[in-house]
């Protein structure tokens, strides 16, 4: 069985969903739900369900939220063995609000946790980094603890930078990355480039492997140093859009570590992202490699 080091945040999730079009800076009818999340985790959880053993290198603080996910974590069978737990600190957490459809219209992420993970703090993480098939690091990371990784792993490197805020810190990896999933946005920022083909096709100029870009509802673009291919999404009904990219993420792990062509790589993505959205959920429990397969 494949192993996967995975570098990044792990959340308490807070969604509010109304019951009817949102009415800015008012009171509104719904339901709230609180769950375990955020990129790291979720790609992980995903790993998991699509039969890799998972190693989750993250931090947690000292709060109500940190034995919870530490126990969430755990039934999922990943290794938390190396997550940091921060005295005083807070438990990284991600409040958003979605439209009555479940797509995101409002988040707020305080992850200011996962800067405990430190480039001194990941040295003593190295002899698991490098004996794993592949590592996964988040935009939750500070520039210098990418660096630090992308300096020092001998495993492959995949990344997902979280936000366009967030991507910056992705910079000093980029020419380590044996594939990278951004969206449009954050595509457009590290490379100053707003068609999303065009700003594929720089990436992989700038040393990334294997370059995503996320169209949301309009698809998936797809660039190596060989071809670029575009591919729509896959049919769902839309129940809840948050965990598509982190679902997707994680099948452009998998086909990697399967040694999958670039096309076969973005329709499992997009097969990925389909099943998640198609849940309640961040993370749909019926992904599995035979549906990404097809």
């Not at 369900?49 to 755990?74: E, H, K, R, Y």
């Not at 940091?84 to 988040?107: C, F, K, Q």
């Not at 992850?111 to 098939?133: G, K, Q, R």
Request: contains cysteine.
């Amino acid at each position: 069985m494949s192993r996967v080091a995975v570098i990044g945040a792990v959340n308490a999730d807070i969604c509010g969903r109304p019951f009817a079009p949102l009415i800015m800076r008012d009171s509104n009818p719904g339901t709230v739900v609180t769950s375990p999340g955020g990129v790291g985790r979720n790609i992980a959880h995903n790993l998991r369900l699509l039969g890799m053993d998972v190693t989750f290198i993250t931090a947690l603080g000292d709060d109500a939220w940190a034995q919870g996910i530490t126990d969430s974590c755990l039934a999922l069978g990943f290794d938390m063995s190396l997550a940091r737990r921060v005295p005083g600190g807070r438990t990284s957490t991600y409040l958003y609000i979605t439209d009555p459809a479940g797509d995101m219209e409002l988040g707020v992420c305080d992850a200011d946790v996962a800067e405990s993970l430190t480039p001194e703090y990941l040295e003593s993480c190295m002899d698991s980094i490098n004996s794993a098939d592949a590592v996964v690091i988040d935009g939750n990371l500070t520039q210098k603890a990418v660096k630090f990784i992308a300096e020092n792993s001998a495993a492959p490197i995949y990344a997902d930078p979280v936000s366009v805020i967030k991507a910056d810190r992705l910079r000093p990896a980029l020419n380590r990355l044996a594939a990278f999933k951004p969206n449009e946005l954050e595509a457009t920022r590290l490379t100053g480039i707003s068609a999303p083909a065009e700003a594929a096709a720089a990436l992989v100029e700038m040393g990334v492997g294997r370059a995503f870009v996320s169209l949301g509802a309009n698809g998936i673009i797809a660039a190596d140093r060989d071809e670029l291919i575009r591919l729509p999404c896959c049919p769902a009904e839309l129940v809840n859009a948050t965990g598509a990219g982190d679902a997707a993420a994680a099948a452009i792990v998998w086909a990697g570590i399967r040694g999958l062509s670039l096309e076969k790589t973005a329709l499992a993505a997009m097969r990925a992202g389909a099943l998640a959205i198609s849940c309640q959920g961040a993370n749909n429990p019926a992904l599995c490699a035979r549906k990404l397969l097809g």
